[in-house]
C-alpha cells in the first residue's frame, strides 16, 4: 500500500473511532460536548442552542383531566452539508436523538406549491419551507389492531393532524396529514 492510501486509510480509521461513542450510545455531539439521553431540555440548549423549531405533542390524556402527558419534538437543522436532527423529550427527559436527512438553507420568507409538498418529510421542514397552513384539525386515531405471532402488540392511540394549504383560486387546495410529527400523506382537494 502506498503512503497516500496508508493515510487516507488511517485518517477514516481516526474519524470512525471519534464518532463510534456518539454512535453506540445514541448520544449528539454539539461541539465539542457530548449529550445523553436523559439530559434535561436546559442542558440540551446550553450546549447545542436554541432549536430551530419546538413541536409540543400530547401524549396521554385522561377524561375530565385532559393532557396529562407530553412529547416535546426539537428540531436542529445546521444545513445542506449536515443531517437534520429530531429530539424527542418526555416529561422533560431526553429520550430519543434521530437524524432526518440533509438540511436545507430556510428560504428568508416561505415560498410553497403542491409540488414542494410532496417532497417533505417532517412537521419543521413543512413550517420552514411552507409557513403555517390556512387551518389545522387535529384528532386521535386508534391504530389497526394487528396479532404478532404470540402476543398482542401494544396500541398507543396515534396523533394527527391535517393541515389545509391554500396556494390560490386556480389550484387545489392541499392537506397534509402529520403522525406524530411525520408527513403520512398529501392530498388535493377542490376549492369550493
Not at 17 to 26: C, Q, V
Not at 81 to 97: A, P, S
Not at 126 to 131: F, H, Q, S, T, V
Request: with cysteine.
Amino acid at each position: 500500500m502506498n503512503h497516500d492510501k496508508l493515510s487516507a486509510v488511517t485518517l477514516m480509521l481516526l474519524i470512525l473511532l471519534m464518532l463510534y461513542p456518539a454512535m453506540a450510545t445514541g448520544a449528539l455531539r454539539c461541539g465539542t460536548a457530548l449529550i445523553d439521553r436523559d439530559a434535561w431540555p436546559y442542558e440540551v440548549e446550553k450546549q447545542c442552542g436554541k432549536p430551530d423549531y419546538i413541536a409540543i405533542y400530547p401524549t396521554a390524556s385522561v377524561p375530565g383531566l385532559g393532557i396529562v402527558q407530553t412529547e416535546e419534538h426539537w428540531f436542529y437543522n445546521d444545513g445542506p452539508q449536515r443531517f437534520i436532527r429530531k429530539l424527542t423529550f418526555r416529561n422533560g427527559k431526553l429520550t430519543n436523538i434521530e437524524s432526518l436527512g440533509y438540511g436545507f438553507h430556510p428560504p428568508s420568507r416561505p415560498h410553497c406549491s403542491p409540488s414542494t409538498l410532496r417532497h417533505i418529510t417532517n412537521e419543521y421542514e413543512l413550517i420552514a419551507r411552507c409557513g403555517e397552513p390556512v387551518s389545522k384539525r387535529v384528532e386521535w386515531r386508534s391504530p389497526i389492531t394487528r396479532k404478532r405471532t404470540e402476543t398482542w402488540q401494544v396500541l398507543q392511540p396515534v396523533f394527527v393532524q391535517e393541515w389545509l394549504y391554500d396556494f390560490s383560486s386556480n389550484q387545489f387546495r392541499q392537506v397534509v396529514t402529520i403522525e406524530n410529527g411525520r408527513i403520512v400523506g398529501v392530498e388535493s382537494r377542490p376549492n369550493k
